[in-house]
């Protein structure tokens, strides 16, 4: 079984505590397989980067989300569940920023797997080519230039634009929605570093009488 975005020094240091291999062999092999139940012995909890599945690496798959509840984090999640790591233990890494696409054309429904020319354009504040702060996407939502739709198969909003060019951008995140979502279909704690930015641009967003739930639904 693979589990991706798991791999970590200490782990690599328990399974070869736990194994005869060499660290170097166990090093090339982390991204493959742990001994999770060896790693439960020695860890109060692990971090599951559940993120960050498709972006700029993988652009000829088109506009994907790169932190869809269904299937990659259900997947990752029920990965360690089987292989008897406690669900206790367990925290899933949220991202508070979206991945982003220029697409060839309009989007066509939710847009998903439409050809995507390149990453997409910096925001304002982020000024990084391929991502947006969950901040800006309120933003370009509150002002009515870009369009929020839910993806129900996969239990996470994307939203999309035109942007100066007349490029359209096209844009995979989190929100409340979805982390409840993560919350209630995982049965393990969210938490970590990208939920305090979340939370923090959630505030400011709130100030500014933004709200990032304006959409449409799509099945």
Known sequence: MTYQHCSCVL?????????????????????????????DRWVDYANLMAYDFHGQWDLASGARHHAALFPEV???????LQEGFPAEKLVLGTAAFART???ATRPRGTGVGQRAVSIGV????????????????????????????????????????NVSGGRWVWAGYD?????????????????????????????????????DTTGGHVT
């Open 175 to 211: 929100d409340q929605e979805s982390l409840m979502a993560k919350l209630s279909i995982t049965c393990v704690c969210v938490c970590g570093d990208d939920v305090e930015h979340w939370k923090r641009d959630t505030v400011l967003c709130a100030q500014s009488g933004t709200s």
């Open 101 to 103: 696409f220029s697409l």
């Open 74 to 80: 259900h997947d990752s999640v029920q990965g360690w």
């Open 122 to 161: 910096p925001g304002n504040f982020s000024d990084t080519e391929g991502l947006l702060t969950y901040q800006e996407i309120c933003h370009l939502l509150k002002s009515g230039q870009w369009q929020r739709v839910w993806l129900e198969e996969q239990q996470a909003p994307v939203a999309f634009g």
């Open 11 to 39: 782990a690599i240091q328990l399974e070869t505590s736990c194994t005869s291999f060499p660290r170097q062999a166990v090093a090339r092999a982390a991204r493959v397989y742990l001994r999770l139940t060896c790693v």
